[in-house]
């Protein structure tokens, strides 16, 4: 039977693949690979597009796909034989690309391309294609002497290792966690689906009554709403210092990650050096918009200029609250979240518990694929394929009948699957051989899973998420560029690429939208115009809160990443400076933050966390020419916008510089009043 890794006829085979397909596999398209590398790099007639660039891109095509299936299994399915599996094949497959990298037979090919008399009239996909090669190139060491490229390589391979690592060992501290209770009166003040999944995850370990997991939606339940002060602290502290040295007092000191980011952040100081940057943030910032790493913090420290007045304010507003309605005298970080859901319910009238309620699974999807279908012309309809787990669906994009795309959706937390959401590619748009292959996407959240017998009830933070993620897949899906390396997302600078997915965040806020996508899972009554107001009232409430602690984060990761001493300097150290310049709130220095930072130490964020704020002034921007339409059309989900949206940004992909996408679609320079206006900073 042939490899089910090596079918690439259509969807990948989930249901068939297994761990023992996976070294086979990779293997035998390594050895295919490495042929046709050696093919081109001996080649001495002049290199065309069809002749060089197409063979190249078929064969990384396939690699990059049964690659990333195994990839995905990891991040998603992480049973101990995928885990082997997985970290069977990661040396040889980093090697590979770090061996591509490096090629300088294939860097004269390239550059070749890129000097003949004609380059300037190919089509912009193509030249994209063959510039960001020859960028990619040089900074994977294919200039450097011969004498350093085997020290690079081997820099590549051992940080790929350390990424997969950290990400298993901050995995397994969070399964490792539990607390099991026998009164669920210590339960109290926790949502009833909370309580219910965690007498079904109690049921399953064969233990009565009921157990409090790190899995983030019992997270932030108990730290949003339960009643007992204790219980909160016990859970904060437990999520607060996984992965670290503390790892040694449940008899598994191998999972601190502390060793490992002391390692990475030596490796990419040398890699950037050896490159003849001063450090990785110069690196990072190549293919990215930002200039430099200076210009990134100028960025950071002015949102926080702008943000700490509010968030002042809304600290002080927290204490005296919790002091005089809670009898909470100390706020703790702990007391946090459960202050400011009280707060909340004071202030506006309405609880998360009682929102959800709101938001049945079935109509949040039927609601953002009515978004998707206004704006953009295209039908998504539920479709069959191979599944690695029986909570994932799929579907498929229509326009006129015809299928354009499709995607998967892992909706539910589980303990086999790492935290947080993201979309990732499991094809791209091709065509070859007078064929189309249509794109297909990977949509991962960590939504609360369905109690037992009910539907799946999603916060509204959830519902955010939830249309995040689908904004990034249909930047993949809607391209209309064929092109390997610029099509979807790919070719796309970094600190642009959150703007799709921003974008989509806004329509959660819009009466047209919300009401059509709630009905009450007792009742069937979509929610009441008064809650959405109070909604709305309280949509930027703790804002400057919330923006200081992105700026937080993104500040850490560029300072840590260029102005860093890994050799001499501690890394808990800089955060604490960090947060003395920036922050309100300043957790205990038991706290280790770093060691569950998985964007930036195994997510590819490196040096590029403040994409986040960056590509959020884009995205804000980019939704106020549907706020002005609405203004003359009567509705967001203008049409005629958003097929300008479509064509300028998330039809060329990486095409062409997002700066010049966005400009097409806006007709101006970006601004960052509507950043503000959203965050309630400057008024409407």
């Known amino acids: 039977m042939t490899n089910p890794l090596l079918e690439f006829s259509g969807a990948p085979r989930f249901d068939i693949v297994t761990p023992e397909d996976v070294v086979p596999a990779i293997s035998s398209l390594l050895e295919e690979a490495r042929a046709l590398v050696q093919s081109h790099a001996g080649e001495t007639q002049a290199p065309s597009w069809d002749s060089f660039v197409v063979p190249l891109a078929d064969m990384t095509d396939r690699l990059s796909r049964a690659w990333g299936v195994v990839r995905h299994l990891h991040s998603v399915l992480d049973l101990p034989p995928w885990r082997e599996a997985y970290n069977a094949a990661l040396p040889e497959v980093t090697r590979f690309f770090a061996e591509i990298g490096q090629n300088a037979a294939l860097f004269a090919r390239y550059k070749a391309l890129a000097a003949q008399p004609d380059f300037a009239s190919w089509p912009r996909a193509r030249r994209k294609v063959v510039e960001d090669a020859v960028r990619d190139f040089r900074l994977s060491g294919a200039e450097l002497p011969d004498a350093d490229k085997p020290r690079f390589q081997a820099i590549q391979e051992e940080l790929a290792g350390l990424s997969a690592k950290f990400s298993e060992n901050l995995l397994d501290a969070t399964n490792a966690w539990h607390e099991d209770f026998t009164d669920a009166a210590t339960l109290a003040g926790l949502p009833a689906d909370t309580i219910e999944n965690a007498r079904a995850v109690a049921e399953k370990a064969g233990v009565a009554g009921y157990r409090l997991t790190l899995q983030g939606p019992c997270v932030m339940a108990v730290l949003r709403q339960a009643e007992d002060r204790a219980l909160r602290e016990r859970v904060w502290r437990a999520n607060a210092i996984r992965a670290s040295e503390f790892s040694a007092e449940i008899g598994h000191p191998e999972w601190d990650n502390g060793p490992l980011i002391a390692r990475i952040l030596t490796l990419r100081e040398e890699a950037a050096r050896l490159l003849g940057y001063p450090n990785h943030a110069s690196v990072s910032l190549v293919p990215k918009m930002a200039g430099s790493p200076q210009e990134v913090v100028e960025f950071l420290l002015d949102l926080a200029r702008r943000a700490r007045p509010s968030a002042e304010r809304d600290l002080a507003e927290l204490r005296a609250f919790a002091a005089t309605d809670l009898g909470i005298p100390e706020l703790q970080p702990w007391d946090i979240g459960y202050a400011a859901e009280k707060l909340r319910q004071a202030r506006y009238d309405f609880s998360e518990e009682a929102l959800r309620q709101y938001f049945p699974e079935h109509k949040v999807l039927e609601g953002l694929f009515g978004v998707v279908g206004r704006l953009y012309g295209v039908t998504i309809r539920p479709d069959t394929a191979p599944l690695w787990h029986p909570d994932v669906r799929y579907f498929t994009l229509e326009r006129d009948g015809i299928a354009i795309g499709h ?181 205990p220095a038991w706290q280790r933050f770093p060691n569950a930072f998985s964007h930036i130490f195994a997510g590819g964020y490196s040096a590029g966390y403040f994409s986040y704020h960056w590509a959020e002034v884009l995205s804000a921007d980019a939704y106020s020419a549907f706020e002005e339409a609405a203004e003359k059309s009567g509705s967001v989900l203008d049409r005629a916008t958003g097929e300008r949206f479509m064509q300028e940004v998330l039809g060329v992909g990486g095409s062409r510089p997002a700066l010049e996408s966005f400009t097409a679609f806006r007709g101006r320079a970006p601004k960052p009043d509507a950043l503000l206006r959203h965050h309630g900073m400057i008024p409407a």
């Open 407 to 587: 995607f998967y959706l892992d909706p539910y937390a589980r303990d086999t699957k790492r935290g947080g959401a993201w979309m990732d590619e499991a094809r791209s748009l091709r065509e070859k051989a007078g064929t189309r292959e249509t794109p297909i996407a990977y949509l991962v959240c960590n939504a609360s899973p369905p109690a037992a017998g009910k539907p799946a009830l999603y916060s509204f933070d959830q519902v955010i998420t939830l249309f995040h993620e689908a904004g990034h897949g249909l930047h993949h899906l809607l391209t209309r560029v064929a092109e390997p390396g610029v099509s979807g997302i790919n070719g796309v600078e970094w600190d642009a690429v959150e703007l799709p997915s921003q974008f989509m965040e806004n329509f959660c806020w819009e009466w047209e939208v919300l009401s059509g996508m709630t009905a009450h899972a007792e009742t069937g009554e979509p929610i009441p115009r008064a809650l959405f107001d109070r909604m709305l009232a309280a949509k930027n409430f703790h804002a400057g809160l919330a923006m200081l602690r992105q700026v937080e984060f993104a500040l850490f990761d560029m300072r840590l990443h260029s102005e860093f001493n890994p050799a001499s300097d501690d890394v808990m150290s800089l955060l604490r400076k960090v947060r003395d310049e920036v922050a309100v709130i300043h957790p």
